[in-house]
């Protein structure tokens, strides 16, 4: 089979040429660094139906009739350029001026030339990226691509953003892209340890050439089985030839809280806990006015100091290229305890040995060190669930007790100080927990490749590359035995190894010629061998001897111990091909196949093959649009299709297993995994059809997508009766159906060019939806939707019809003005009222309010409804970017909406218990005569589940999720290159930025982009960079 | 030169294909699980198997995504907070156990629905054993000898779990005749394979009188069967316990003390009330109690150490503190902080139980039956049987242990057998308290013939109880923030879970929920 497919490829490159005619010329079309153009045009002059296209290391060879005096050569991107003939056999040009917009794209395996791409592919240039301050690189393709939603959730360093690439291609598979650098595809989910650390961050941002994002079938079915949610290919800078070009980016910031919770002031506090207290005929539980604390300070850092530097070194000759940085990042969280800490160092070699073979590689080696916090939706300690409760009449420190902090008589919780009750909610003292406990993770990760590349014939190259990721990551984790998480166990130690071992092989066969001048073909050949590793071990220890040992587990410090461990491997063996076909850069077509073997599936069905199917047409190069060149120089049409397919289903989810599972001591095994060897592919089937459009030599761009993705065996853990007892109550199972569709409009238009004075901006817009087709069981709601998370599970539902994990609970309609009952509407419009004296329904009467009607209920079962989608329907950003003389402005303005958020964490705010609440509370109801905002009922003193429903999400707190923000500003000045040689550098630049400067939304949260499934849920607020930095070049 | 190269490149991109093989990529097995269908493939893999099961009872896995994440439900410790906080005797201080407490749960809250969610789970690990066990002693891997003593374990465990959420979700034995009323279903097949989901998703709720007869003949092969003797393991006398208890609540008095008698030789109790929380794996009254290790417990968020005594989310109800019947000098009522064997501590004034110390840990163990529980329900039997002699006798064998002069505090003879069943049923509150005893009382004493009680009883509010609230002297009159819940109430029961109604078109919802 392989050795058929070669000897076919050997077959092509033995067709010879076809040429016939009177006079011949050859030649070679470069750019103005001397780099061949691939696909240039070379028309006669006197005759413009003879023509050729440059050759992909850009020779040509035309043959012309005699009468024809001048060959006209014209790139996109490049102003046309006319050579007069004489009596040359050859001739050789430089194309120059224009900007050079049509560059090579990379594509799955190869590149291609960008007007020679009928799929949809989103690019990114690295200088993007240059200067920003971010945790993670994918952090910052927010806003820069249509399709792509990317979104920061929280403040915390070390969580990598949510991104979706057309929406969420799965429910209980995985929803994250592919991240591909340099041909690896790489671990990109948290790397383990006790504080987050997401793969994403280790790559240095500024080792970034470009970043493109591949959206439809077309271009992602290359990548089979792995491309159901998007891919991002990712390039590396690569040394060029030339002299050494050393550049030095430096920066420094400071990180604070984009926003803070309104919280009560002492006063208020009193008023509030007391009203709770004596509405229900209790004693005062507030007392004390001495202090007048906002524990927020206590978790949060307002003035956190980040810094990033980076020096790189690159050049070459014809022979040898190369590429090396290092870089240093060190940044402080705004969450206290938080911080990252990177050093990396990145070479990329290549080495020309003879004319037609290269040798090369790359070489990355990174430590990224975290340390982090419990941030828990629901623990105690999580910092931003604790500081919103704390009691803000009682201190953080005291003296008087034996930590210095205030912390109550048994150490068991905050102090209550002068309050009659032990705080509510059992909380900690979070600066002590804070100050004392410690979560970390260091990654220590190799990335290599090496690559052997042969031009083994003319328009054949065949390429060797394996690479490897070898990401390791150790964690530590310290609870102080005293008070906080570590107290229900005297204290805890625990050390951590996470091993991640990940190979890839390629065989690569790439071939392109051009037939009879006008016959563009390439092929696209190999093979991909892929197998991982993943295993990791811990060692704990509680009863600790003492809280001295706090650094390391140290043997015999401890009275407890234990231990644990597990490994999983993967592997996937690839068979590629892709074919790509252009008559005369007016017709195309491209169609791939892969077929994949997964060993995550059984062995009947672990083999699948996934096609991909392109066609366009690129009108404006038709003859009948010759005289409109001068203003449109672009327009075509795509059409795509395919079926890729998504693995991310857990190690071996077709097996029936046990798991170890101990009584005591005892060893013990039970079943853990209900097996079902029929589990097959998740399928996608992906179509797009796109229009490109390019006008004034390109000087205002106009692209429009259509896509749909039917995604069709879903993979989903089929609920399953609970009295059965199956393990988890779930099996996985083919089953259900979605849709996504939607619109994508990006437009690029360069307002001013001149050469003192540039203005482009840039607009992407995605209109999209989403709908569950069919779901197992018959049909049945899936309550929970796709979230174990049990903050976020009880709010949402997958229900036919509706989109993915739907806000799902019970229609809030408001407060009795006759008693402050709050107000519910059941599904069949009648109204009733939660009585707090009783904790029960009765019916509501809007006539009669005073009166209990009669006894009712608001059921779980038959009163909930949907209360909105989760997914934004409209996203998209507006770039700016502006140079004028020495000055540089550049702006990424985005926008997001059409969702819904329940705002858990404002339910959280109107606490019963004694805590503390958010000002909202203030509007509560008090008496007939006073009767509040009309929304916030009667305080009742320990009525919080009834009073606030908090196992159910309510309209009550169902919020517009919409937003526009200021995501980037940055002012630069470069240096005159005058002033520049003086200061003996090459060039200097710069600048001030501000990060997420400006929200504006109605969100009364802090912020509407911190929801995960559609639930807001004590997240730590997103971060507001200011900061300031140098370019140097040498 | 060239073509040599040519043909190298060629030699490794074949190399490269070839050297990594469809074999070593693709056939790979897990590392960290054994196939379910070896589970009973050699004497030591069945015996894990046993143990596995237990596992269920012990950790359960509530909603965890770790198999062995659970919050002790069933038998770990959920039976016990769940079983007192739906009672008026305790306090839920906190919001942990709030929605149980004031009776606001609905078909979606975790407390109901993991109990139900979990002993079925454990339900299943119990029919898979039945299974597998016979297979392997039809194999010849074990001797039917060792074979019949973990069937009958197993079928204990089936039993007692399916007793246990019949008491929760379903109507008393005695509410219709023959208890013809809806109960849960009894699961008596292992469920691995889509053909048994399909078979067993048919069956819906069997009748309270079936569930009751199935446990009974459960427990009657678990006591012919079984050879353990081990206190946390299912043994013989456990199964016989057990139906003491089963009978007690069928109101079949006779079989109450046929069964009792069988026992009754075979334990004692310590002369101390505090001994068998004390060593709660070493006395002479524990007959069954669940084993928790240091390194496998029910966690910070249920442990009975950690939620009664480390995290004081629950107290004492002055209700019960302050009881006239409860002397002020009963042994169980004793305080010292130098004593481990006392039974209540204080802490800001309010009451909390010793029962559970192990706060670093959580090593004490559960405590399913005991023998006191053999004594009063013998005691109720006679009692109602109106022999008054010998009730007397068995309830003064449990109460005189914790008096501070049993010559002159013992009770010497009551007027009527109502009297006396009243005083053994305040026993039981006192004695049981905080080990999940109470609601079962309430739930087998409606529309009870002498000491009925009406749904559930008003409690004290939610929250923090003044120290005032506790002192001795007068009966607690109120405040009850928490008001009570009538018998025919649909809140008497839990409601079906929400998930078991959605994949199991066979089950009906309780009513009006």
Not at chain 1, 157 to 168: A, F, N, S, T
Not at chain 1, 853 to 859: D, F, I, Q
Not at chain 2, 331 to 346: E, G, H, I, M, Q
């Amino acid at each position: 089979m392989k050795m058929t497919r070669l000897l076919l490829l050997v077959g092509m490159i033995c067709t010879s040429l076809a040429v016939f005619g009177q006079r011949t010329i050859t030649g070679k079309v470069v750019d103005d660094n001397g780099e061949g153009l691939i696909g240039a045009t070379v028309i006669a002059k006197e005759a413009p139906t003879i023509g050729t296209i440059t050759d992909f290391d850009g020779t040509y060879k035309i043959t012309i009739p005699g009468e024809v005096t001048a060959l006209v050569f014209s790139y996109t991107g490049f102003s046309s350029e006319e050579l007069a003939i004489g009596n040359a056999t050859t001739l050789d040009v430089t194309m120059t001026g224009g900007v050079y917009l049509d560059e090579m794209v990379i594509v799955g395996y190869g590149s291609q030339r960008k007007s020679d791409i009928t799929s949809s592919i989103s690019t990114v240039n690295g200088d993007d990226l240059r200067g920003l301050i971010t945790p993670t690189f994918a952090d910052q393709l927010a806003g820069r691509a249509a399709g792509v939603q990317v979104t920061t959730q929280n403040g915390i360093l070390g969580e990598g953003p949510r991104v979706r690439i057309r929406g969420i291609a799965s429910v209980n598979s995985g929803t994250d892209p592919l991240y591909v650098i340099d041909g690896m595809p790489v671990y990109s989910g948290d790397l383990g340890g006790y504080a987050s650390a997401s793969g994403l961050g280790d790559l240095n941002p500024s080792d970034i050439e470009s970043m493109e994002v591949l959206k439809d079938g077309a271009a992602t079915a290359i990548y089979g089985s792995r491309a159901a949610n998007g891919v991002i290919l990712i390039t590396t800078k690569k040394g060029k030839e030339g002299k050494a070009v050393v550049t030095l980016n430096s920066v420094f910031g400071v990180a604070s809280p984009v926003n803070r919770f309104d919280l009560l002031k002492t006063a208020d506090f009193i008023t509030i806990s007391n009203e709770k207290r004596t509405n229900r005929g209790q004693d005062p539980w507030a007392i004390g006015n001495t202090y007048d604390t906002d524990w927020q300070d206590a978790v949060l850092n307002n003035n956190a100091f980040q810094m990033d530097h980076n020096l790189s070194i690159s050049g070459g000759t014809d022979k040898t290229k190369y590429y090396f940085s290092t870089a240093y990042a060190n940044q402080d969280g705004i969450a206290k305890s938080n911080s990252m800490d990177r050093i990396s160092i990145r070479t990329n070699l290549e080495h020309k040995l003879t004319k037609w073979f290269a040798l090369g590689g790359g070489l990355s080696i990174s430590r990224t060190a975290y340390t982090g916090l419990n941030t828990g939706a629901n623990s105690l300690s999580g910092n931003v669930f604790n500081a919103i409760r704390q009691l803000p009449n009682t201190p953080i420190l005291n003296p008087d007790h034996p930590t210095g902090y205030n912390i109550s008589e048994n150490n068991a919780v905050v102090g209550q100080w002068d309050n009659t009750d032990p705080v509510g909610d059992n909380i900690s003292n979070v600066a002590y927990v804070l100050e004392k406990n410690v979560f970390e993770s260091t990654i220590q990760r190799t990335m290599a490749n090496v690559f052997a590349s042969a031009d083994i014939v003319k328009g054949l190259n065949y390429r060797f590359q394996a690479s490897v990721d070898n990401p390791n990551t150790g964690g530590f984790l310290y609870w102080d035995p005293i008070h906080g998480d570590g107290s229900g166990s005297n204290g805890r130690l625990q050390n951590s190894t996470d091993e991640l071992l990940r190979w890839n092989i390629q065989n690569i066969l790439n071939y392109n010629t051009i037939i009879g001048g006008k016959h563009s073909l390439g092929i696209t050949a190999g093979t991909e061998h892929q197998k991982e590793r993943n295993s990791n071990f811990f060692a704990v220890g509680t009863d600790l001897l003492n809280e001295f040992y706090n650094q390391n587990i140290v043997s015999n410090a401890y009275a407890i111990q234990e231990s644990g461990g597990g490994a999983t491997e993967v592997g996937i063996i690839s068979y590629l091909s892709r074919v790509n076909y252009n008559y005369d850069q007016r017709y195309f077509v491209q169609a791939s196949v892969r077929r994949d073997g997964i060993s995550k599936l059984s062995p009947d069905n672990r083999w699948n093959s996934f096609t991909g199917f392109s066609v366009g047409w690129n009108i404006s190069n038709e003859s009948f649009m010759a005289n409109m060149s001068d203003v449109v120089s672009l327009f075509k049409l795509r059409y795509s299709f395919s079926s890729v397919g998504n693995t991310e289903i857990g190690s071996y989810p077709y097996l029936g297993l046990s798991g170890a599972s101990p009584y005591g001591s005892q060893n013990g095994i039970a079943f853990s995994q209900f097996g079902n060897d029929a589990l097959t592919w998740e399928t996608s089937a992906k179509s797009d059809f796109g229009i490109d459009l390019g006008l004034y030599e390109n000087r205002f761009n106009f692209t429009f997508d259509y896509f749909k993705n039917d995604i069709d065996n879903l993979v989903f853990s089929e609920p399953v009766a609970p009295s059965l007892g199956v393990p988890f109550n779930r099996i996985n199972k083919n089953i259900g159906k979605s849709i996504n569709e939607g619109f994508e409009f990006g437009i690029n238009y360069d307002v001013i060019r001149s050469s003192k004075f540039t203005w482009n901006v840039g607009a992407n817009l995605t209109l999209m939806s989403n709908e569950i087709v069919a779901l197992p069981n018959g049909g049945a709601d899936i309550i929970g939707g796709s979230s174990t998370n049990t903050s976020i599970a009880p709010n949402i539902i997958i229900r036919e019809g509706e989109s993915m994990n739907s806000l799902y609970g019970f229609q809030y309609w408001g407060v009795n003005p006759a008693n402050g009952n709050p107000v519910y509407i059941k599904a069949n419009g009648t109204l009733v009222q939660g009585d707090v004296v009783t904790s029960r329904y009765y019916l509501f009467d809007e006539a009669n309010p005073s009166v209990l009607g009669e006894s009712s209920t608001l059921s779980a079962a038959d009163d909930k409804v949907i209360l909105g989608n989760t997914l934004p329907t409209y996203f998209g950003g507006l770039i700016s970017k502006l140079t004028y003389k020495n000055l540089d402005l550049n702006m990424v303005v985005r926008f997001s909406g059409g969702n819904k958020i329940f705002n858990s964490t404002r339910r959280g705010l109107f606490n019963q218990n004694l805590n503390n609440n958010g000002t909202e509370i203030l509007g509560r109801w008090q008496s007939p005569e006073n009767p509040g905002d009309g929304v916030t009922p009667i305080l009742w003193a320990s009525s919080n589940t009834f009073l606030n429903l908090t196992s159910d999400a309510t309209t009550r707190f169902v919020e517009d999720a919409d937003f526009i923000k200021l995501d980037n500003l940055s002012i630069g000045y470069n240096l005159p290159s005058v002033s520049a040689k003086r200061l003996g550098i090459a060039k200097l630049r710069v600048f001030v930025q501000g990060q997420n400067l400006l929200v504006i939304s109605k969100y009364k949260g802090l912020d509407p982009e911190m929801e995960t499934s559609g639930v807001d849920i004590n997240g730590t607020p997103r971060a507001r960079v200011l900061s300031f930095g140098l370019n140097v070049g040498f | 030169m060239n073509n040599i190269l040519k043909y190298f490149a060629l030699v490794v991109f074949l190399v490269g294909i070839n050297s990594c093989s469809e074999k070593d990529i693709l056939d790979l097995t897990p590392i960290n699980n054994i196939s379910v269908d070896a589970s009973f493939s050699s004497p030591s893999l069945i015996e894990s198997s046993i143990n596995g099961m237990y596992n269920a009872a012990a950790i359960g896995q509530y909603n965890s995504t770790n198999i062995n994440g659970g919050r002790g439900y069933i038998w770990g410790s959920a039976f016990v907070q769940q079983g007192d906080n739906r009672g008026e005797d305790v306090v839920n201080t906190a919001t942990f156990y709030q929605l149980t407490y004031t009776a606001t749960y609905n078909p979606n809250t975790a407390n109901n629905v993991y109990y139900w969610i979990d002993g079925y789970r454990l339900i299943n690990r119990a029919n898979l054993v039945i299974e597998g066990v016979t297979q392997a002693v039809a194999d010849g891997i074990i001797t039917s000898e060792v074979g019949d003593d973990y069937i009958g374990q197993a079928k204990f465990m089936r039993a007692i779990t399916h007793f246990e959420l019949v008491n929760f979700f379903a109507r008393p034995y005695n509410e219709t005749a023959g208890a013809s009323h809806p109960g849960v279903p009894y699961r008596e097949t292992g469920v691995n394979t889509q053909g048994e989901i399909d078979s067993e998703i048919l069956k819906g709720r069997n009748t309270v009188g079936e569930v009751y007869q199935k446990v009974l003949a459960d427990l009657d092969d678990a006591e012919a069967n079984i050879t353990n003797t081990t206190l946390t393991k299912a043994s013989r006398n456990a199964a016989i316990a057990f139906k003491t208890r089963v009978y007690l609540h069928m109101r079949d008095w006779d079989k109450v003390i046929t069964e009792g008698k069988k026992v009754e030789t075979e334990y004692a109790l310590e002369s101390d009330p505090g001994a068998p929380f004390l060593n709660s794996y070493n006395n002479t009254e524990s007959i069954f109690s669940i084993l928790q290790a240091e390194t496998l417990n029910p966690g910070v968020n249920a442990a009975l150490a950690s939620q009664y005594k480390r995290r004081t989310l629950v107290c004492i109800s002055p209700i019960i503190w302050r009881d006239l019947d409860w002397l002020v000098d009963d042994k169980r009522r004793l305080d010292d902080p130098a004593n481990p064997a006392s039974l209540v501590f204080t802490t800001s004034g309010r009451k909390y139980t010793n029962k559970y110390k192990d706060v670093v840990s959580y090593t004490d163990a559960a405590p399913v039956i005991r023998f006191a529980e053999i004594l009063l329900n013998m005691a109720e039997a006679y009692a109602r049987k109106s022999d008054l002699v010998n009730g007397l006798s068995y309830l003064n064998q449990v109460r005189d242990r914790s008096l501070a002069d049993p010559s002159t505090q013992s009770y010497t003879g009551f007027g009527s057998a109502s009297d006396l069943v009243g005083a053994i049923l305040k026993e039981r509150r006192i004695e049981f308290l905080m080990e999940g005893r109470r609601w079962s009382d309430i739930h087998r004493l409606q529309k009870d013939d002498l000491h009925p009680i009406d749904g559930i009883p008003a409690k004290v509010a939610n929250g923090n109880p003044a120290a005032a609230a506790f002192e001795l002297g007068t009966p607690y009159t109120g405040p009850f923030g928490v008001d009570a819940i009538p018998g025919n109430d649909f809140r008497f029961l839990w409601p079906i879970p929400q998930d078991e109604l959605n994949s199991n078109p066979n089950i009906d919802q309780n009513p009006e929920w």
